[in-house]
C-alpha cells in the first residue's frame, strides 16, 4: 500500500514556475515507478511525466516537454515535479501517482494521491 499526498500548487503568472512535491508512506515507494497527471475542468485525465523507480527513465508529454522535469529522492520518499516557463493552458489539478511499470496510461497506476491545484494566470 503506498499513499501520496500532493503539495506546492498555487496561483502563478504566465511564465513563472512552480515545484510540485508528492510525498508517499509506506516502504515500498522506492520499487514503484511514479507519474504526474492532471485534469483540467471538463477534460480527461492526461499523463504529463513519468519516472522508473531508480529514477533512470523518465517520460514526458509533448506538451510538457523541455519545460518540465520529473525527478525523486527515495531517501525522502519523494517525487517532484520542476514546471518552468509555465502557460494558461497548464491549469489543472496535478495528480502524484504510483505504478510497478512505468507508462502513460492512467490504468497502469494503481495508487493516486488527493491532487494539488495549479492555475496559471495569463
Known amino acids: 500500500q503506498v499513499q501520496l499526498v500532493e503539495s506546492g500548487g498555487g496561483l502563478v503568472q504566465a511564465g513563472g514556475s512552480l515545484r510540485l512535491s508528492c510525498a508517499a508512506s509506506g516502504r515500498t515507494f522506492s520499487s514503484h515507478c511514479m507519474g504526474w497527471f492532471r485534469q483540467a475542468p471538463g477534460k480527461e485525465r492526461e499523463f504529463v511525466a513519468a519516472i522508473s523507480w531508480s529514477g533512470g527513465s523518465t517520460y514526458y508529454a509533448d506538451s510538457v516537454k523541455g519545460r518540465f522535469t520529473i525527478s525523486r529522492d527515495n531517501a525522502k520518499n519523494t517525487v517532484y515535479l520542476q514546471m518552468n516557463s509555465l502557460k494558461p493552458e497548464d491549469t489543472a489539478v496535478y495528480y502524484c501517482?504510483?505504478?510497478?511499470?512505468?507508462?502513460?496510461?492512467?490504468?497502469?497506476?494503481?495508487?493516486w494521491g488527493q491532487g494539488t491545484q495549479v492555475t496559471v494566470s495569463s
Open positions: 501517482a504510483a505504478a510497478i511499470v512505468i507508462g502513460r496510461s492512467p490504468d497502469m497506476y494503481a495508487y
